[in-house]
């Protein structure tokens, strides 16, 4: 492959090597791209089983995945952001989260939990699962009996001490007995409440009923497809009633952005504000209500991989991003931005000691245009220089400013009537790639679920010369002021807070 060539993907499919220039992507690549009415889950099992299409996730579909410490990062900023906004606090030591999952991205609830300071109890049918996150020390304790678990939660919330607790067991069979300790003794164990089991596929594994063991469902799902579907839509219903109940007595419950509340209302769960016929939720999309705060200020998921390989390069990036992150605090910024890149300074200075990586020495925090621009100048010069031993690719995850249109999370907090439009993702991603993008791609599906979502990505390689200097600016200029920009005649709901900054940004591109 030559820097005059660019190589094709459909789907996971290469469809070759094609002529091209320099300045072009040196790949393309598209996952799930069907035709609007045929974007359904039985279509994708047929597609996908003839082999002529793949569910590209996120970051995992453009070659950007690095491993659960960006749903890490992610999740820490969704809890310390919930406990201020919920409970009206910045210390959560004492307060209890109650969530399901710890697999390849619901696994690091338990890390993020903990980093917060507060007590996390995540439930998980898996015992390789769960014994995973155990050895890896992400998950501290776990228990197999649900009495032990309601004596372990209230022994935490006394000692106000963070700690993880894995209960090997069906979320379900936790909020139920949450339900019947408050109606026993009047104790609400439970503060904030979320579920990250993979409801974007709920038939096929992503989610397994209360009825039946993980074992049993494993059997049932293949062999009488439609009998474990009932059990998974009765087990929705019992799990969201017994939610309701605990949010009823001052708890407070968002949705994951991983479909819980979609798949829970076409399972027939009181989900919905009114009646069913009612296309809102009665609970918030973390997006929605957390995370679009900090979107609207055009914060989101930078992050970097090292090529080198080599952790001393990654330890010299983490002191960059301190310095430039400490700069900017030193300069004037209206308080909303001074609190995130607070939020995101004291991160980066704890993330070597967190033990967050995996394979690829990458980082990942949250920034807005100007931290993202200046942080990958500054590894484009240390690359010149040779403080770095090799180059640094700066991508994102999708799930950003303004990477993804998905009106049940990103977009979920869309008022002007656009939120099912995809105009917004894929212009980000043609924009990106005559910008400077080494690479860009486009995805059906991602989080919510294939046709639920349209979402895009790129990679930067920064080699030290001063054209990837160049790319770098003109590219990353774009692929924030797309998001924040559209923010505006969108509607976002978090939008009028932030126009001042909105217009900064703009300005600057």
Not at 408 to 414: H, L, M, Q
Request: charged fraction near 20%.
């Amino acid at each position: 492959m030559t820097s005059e060539q660019t190589l094709v993907m459909y789907s996971g499919h290469p469809l070759g090597l094609f002529p091209s220039t320099p300045d072009a992507p040196r790949a393309i690549i598209t996952n799930g791209m069907v035709i609007p009415n045929y974007s359904s889950h039985e279509m994708y099992e047929r597609l996908f089983a003839l082999g002529v299409t793949m569910y590209g996730q996120m970051t995992a579909g453009s070659y950007c995945y690095i491993g659960p410490q960006g749903i890490v990062h992610g999740t820490t900023l969704t809890i310390m952001n919930a406990g201020r906004k919920y409970l009206g606090q910045e210390d959560l030591s004492g307060k209890v989260l109650v969530t399901s999952g710890l697999g390849g991205m619901s696994g690091a609830q338990a890390k993020a939990a903990v980093i917060c300071g507060c007590v996390g109890v995540i439930a998980e049918v898996s015992a390789d699962a769960l014994e995973k996150r155990f050895v890896q020390g992400w998950l501290m304790e776990k228990v197999t009996d649900l009495d032990q678990l309601v004596a372990r939660i209230r022994k935490a919330r006394r000692d106000r001490r963070p700690v993880s607790i894995g209960y090997h067991g069906n979320v379900v069979d936790v909020w139920e007995k949450l339900v019947d300790e408050m109606d026993r003794t009047g104790d609400l164990l439970v503060d904030l409440g979320t579920d990250q089991t993979s409801c974007h596929n709920p038939f096929l594994g992503g989610y397994y009923p209360v009825q039946l063991s993980y074992e049993e469902s494993r059997i049932l799902m293949h062999s009488n497809s439609e009998q474990f579907r009932e059990f998974v839509r009765i087990s929705l219903r019992r799990q969201v009633a017994a939610i309701n109940r605990l949010s009823g007595a001052g708890m407070s419950f968002w949705d994951y952005g991983n479909a819980f509340l979609l798949e829970a209302g076409r399972a027939g769960a009181d989900v919905f504000k009114g009646d069913s016929a009612s296309s809102e939720f009665r609970f918030p999309s973390y997006v929605q209500d957390i995370m679009g705060d900090i979107f609207s200020l055009g914060f989101g998921p930078f992050r970097w991989v090292c090529t080198s390989g080599e952790e001393k390069d990654l330890v010299e990036t983490d002191r960059i991003a301190t310095e430039i992150f400490e700069s900017v605090l030193k300069n004037e910024v209206p308080p909303p931005v001074e609190q995130q890149y607070n939020d995101n300074l004291r991160w980066i200075k704890e993330a070597g000691s967190h033990q967050l990586v995996v394979g690829s020495q990458a980082r990942i925090l949250y920034s807005d245009q100007r931290g993202r621009i200046q942080l990958a100048l500054a590894f484009n010069k240390a690359v010149s220089s040779g403080t770095l031993r090799g180059p640094v690719v700066v991508s994102r995850d999708h799930h950003d400013v303004s990477g993804t249109d998905s009106p049940f999370r990103e977009t979920s907090n869309v008022y002007d009537g656009s939120a099912f439009c995809a105009d917004m993702a894929v212009q980000n991603v043609i924009g990106d790639s005559f910008r400077g993008a080494t690479w860009v791609a486009l995805h059906n599906g991602g989080g919510v679920g294939w046709g639920e979502v349209i979402n895009g990505g790129f990679g930067l390689v920064l080699d030290g010369s001063e054209d990837a200097g160049r790319r770098a600016k003109q590219m990353l200029a774009w692929d924030v002021s797309n998001g924040v920009r559209t923010a505006d005649p969108r509607c976002f709901r978090f939008f009028h807070r932030y126009r001042n900054n909105v217009g900064q940004t703009l300005w600057a591109s």
